[in-house]
């Protein structure tokens, strides 16, 4: 399973270089700019629902209600937080956002609203995350074809990757919905919006922790545009995204598999061996990509971005070593506190990146550009390592 959910990674991966050279350095900025505005929306519905669905699913054998009520609620956070988003952006522009802008910012919120349709939770709990992981790689397939054809035909643009974001996730999420039709025991009956508000209720640490988060990782994109320069802008989203990309595929495949079985780790040594287990695959993996990267960060950005994006190797050396403080915060922090039903001290170390990393922007990114946002990111993953240790080692003895 994680090999298949690491190949879902690789594609959009794949898919850079390509965006690099047939967009240059300007528009490729613009782009992921926009992405990562919407990729809020994205995280905060998705991820704070993850972690509270998968625990509650396996708490109560999978039951499709609560399935149901966990999609409504999805969906309305996706809702709400793309009405944020498009008033943000369209308040945030000096003067009226562009056709073209506006065009990318409909398909954006299309891929948000399919991506909210697709239950992964589900399929967990239902012992199905294989079949999870494959019908999200068709996905990424379904982009990457679209991507490429565009280019065979001479019509790639800049909508042409947005565009193939909301195809891939709408063939994800009808998929998906195909697979529920198919489990016994299924209704149509929506559940009661007592529900909804009660899995809300339970989601909330996760969602509040995963909002604080985006505020030094994911909004760094947004910080660079408004305290630098476009060029800045892409040399920052082309070292991120590379990174990024790679730390799913190594950190976050293998993550999510890890999670899964510490949820269902009994107590004592069990548990213990689970978590030593899961500590030593990440910081493997950490290790293993984050040298090589760092000692190859300019050959890496002019092999693959090409020699316009050569600016963005110092950028890359620095948050070669994103992958490895993520993946033990993530062993030390989210997994391991949610395993112990103690994840609301989580908001400790979160709030204390993000103060870190806003002082750190504020500071270092209008000088240093993508330079000083990319060390502004790294030393808010470190202290929030540095704290979730403390706080996984105080509750895990106790």
């Known amino acids: 399973m994680a090999l298949v959910q690491g190949l879902q990674y690789l594609v959009p991966l794949a898919l850079l270089p390509l965006l690099a050279r047939g967009l240059g350095v ?8 926009y992405v990562s505005a919407f990729a809020l929306v994205n995280a905060a519905s998705a991820f704070g629902l993850e972690w509270s669905g998968t625990r509650s699913l396996s708490a109560d054998g999978g039951s499709l209600r609560t399935v149901a009520s966990l999609m409504r609620l999805r969906t309305l956070a996706t809702g709400l937080g793309l009405v944020l988003v498009w008033a943000g952006v369209v308040l945030g522009f000096s003067a009226r956002p562009s056709a073209g802008a506006l065009a990318v910012m409909l398909l954006l919120s299309a891929d948000s609203l399919a991506a909210a349709r697709f239950p992964n939770y589900a399929f967990f709990a ?3 995350a294989a079949r999870a992981a494959r019908i999200q790689l068709e996905g990424r397939l379904v982009l990457a ?5 565009a280019l065979a035909v001479g019509a790639f643009g800049l ?25 016994p025991g299924r209704t149509s009956t929506p559940p009661p919006w007592s529900e909804v508000w009660a899995r809300a209720r339970e989601g909330a640490p996760f969602f509040g922790i995963t909002l604080l988060s985006l505020g030094y990782t994911t909004a760094n994109m947004l910080v660079v545009e408004a305290l630098s320069s ?25 993550g999510a598999v890890l999670f899964r079985d510490r949820l269902a780790a009994g107590a004592g040594a069990e548990r213990d061996g689970v978590h030593r287990s899961a500590l030593a695959s ?35 050396k620095v948050l070669a070593w994103i992958p490895l403080a993520v993946g033990l915060s993530n062993v030390l922090g989210i997994q391991g506190l949610a395993a112990l039903h103690k994840e609301r001290w989580l908001y400790l170390p979160v709030a204390a990146g993000l103060l870190l990393s806003v002082g750190l922007n504020l500071a270092w990114t209008p000088r240093g550009g993508a330079l000083g946002a990319s060390g502004a990111w790294l030393a808010a993953e470190l202290v929030i390592l540095g704290l979730s240790a403390l706080l996984y080692r105080r509750f895990s003895r106790s």
Do not use: C
């Not at 300007?26 to 700019?33: E, K, P, R, V, Y």
């Not at 074809?145 to 054809?149: A, E, T």
């Not at 590379?242 to 495949?253: K, P, Q, R, T």
């Open 159 to 183: 909508l042409t990757y947005p565009a193939g974001m909301a195809l891939g996730s709408l063939w994800v999420a009808l998929r998906a919905h195909r697979w529920l039709r198919a489990q």
């Open 230 to 254: 476009p060029a800045e802008l892409a040399w920052f989203a082309a070292s991120s995204k590379l990174v990024v990309a790679l730390n799913s595929i190594f950190i976050g495949a293998v």
């Open 26 to 33: 300007d528009d490729f900025g613009s782009l992921f700019w």
């Open 282 to 316: 990440v910081a493997g993996l950490g290790l293993a990509l984050g040298l090589p990267l760092w000692l190859s960060a300019d050959w890496v950005i002019q092999t693959y971005y090409g020699p316009a994006f050569g600016a963005a190797a110092s950028s890359l």
């Open 145 to 149: 074809l679209w991507v490429v054809g």
């Open 126 to 128: 239902a012992d199905q």
